[in-house]
T-cell receptor, first 112, second 114 residues
Framework: NAGVMQNPRHLVRRRGQEARLRCSPM?????VYWYRQLPEEGLKFMVY????????ESGMPKERFSAEFPKEGPSILRIQQVVRGDSAAYFC??????????FGPGTRLTVT | GDSVTQMEGPVTLSEEAFLTINCTYT??????LFWYVQYPGEGLQLLLK?????DKGSNKGFEATYRKETTSFHLEKGSVQVSDSAVYFC?????????????FGKGTKLTVNP
């Protein structure tokens, strides 16, 4: 059973460009969580999705950030018009049900 | 709000030394508690967990006991190895309105020297 897949592993964007981060959950998992890890910090919750639904987006910045988890295909975290402060590691986790989350290897976004 | 506080690092130990990383939490209700480990350049791996008071989680020689009276979940290992060098995160699971998000501490970097 393959683990949580994220791609790309590393992404470099210039200020003002768009960043798209993809997450394929483990087989059979219908819950997806996105977290952001700033340098020297712990992970901060961003958003929780189930298939075609956003359940909790209380950790998402109000502007420029969006997330989706379509019926088919991976979950996407989209950051429009990136700024240097968006540079971080973004982790996706999936779960078959409540509380036990399995993390992907992360996407390290660098904004130049 | 819900939060996790863990001892600041970095922590440097010699091989076979005893390890303790302190973790305390603040939460409404009855959270589940976790320790995750992150090796350099990798994602987080679940190390151990406890879902109710007095539960002891254990894995790979690491242990932690859910202490409701002291709101703590300290990580211990009797004899560390060089391969244990990593960043360790304490976390709690908060269930609200159908969401089960994790709240993390800032992490403690452990270096074990031969």
């Amino acid at each position: 059973n393959a683990g949580v897949m994220q791609n790309p592993r590393h992404l470099v964007r210039r200020r003002g460009q768009e960043a798209r981060l993809r997450c394929s959950p483990m087989k059979g998992h219908s819950h997806v969580y996105w977290y952001r890890q700033l340098p020297e910090e712990g992970l901060k919750f961003m958003v929780y999705l189930q298939k075609e639904n956003i359940i909790d987006e209380s950790g998402m910045p109000k502007e420029r950030f969006s997330a989706e988890f379509p019926k088919e295909g991976p979950s996407i975290l989209r950051i429009q018009q990136v700024v240097r402060g968006d540079s971080a590691a973004y982790f996706c986790a999936s779960s078959p049900r409540s509380y036990e989350q399995y993390f992907g290897p992360g996407t390290r976004l660098t904004v130049t | 709000g819900d939060s996790v506080t863990q001892m600041e690092g970095p922590v440097t130990l010699s091989e076979e030394a005893f390890l303790t990383i302190n973790c305390t939490y603040t939460a409404t209700g009855y959270p589940s508690l976790f320790w995750y480990v992150q090796y350099p350049g990798e994602g987080l791996q679940l190390l151990l967990k406890a879902t109710k008071a007095d539960d002891k989680g254990s894995n790979k020689g690491f242990e932690a006991t859910y202490r409701k009276e002291t709101t703590s979940f300290h990580l211990e290992k009797g004899s560390v190895q060089v391969s244990d060098s990593a960043v360790y995160f304490c976390a709690l699971s908060v269930s609200k309105g159908g969401s089960e998000k994790l709240v993390f501490g800032k992490g403690t970097k452990l270096t074990v020297n031969p």
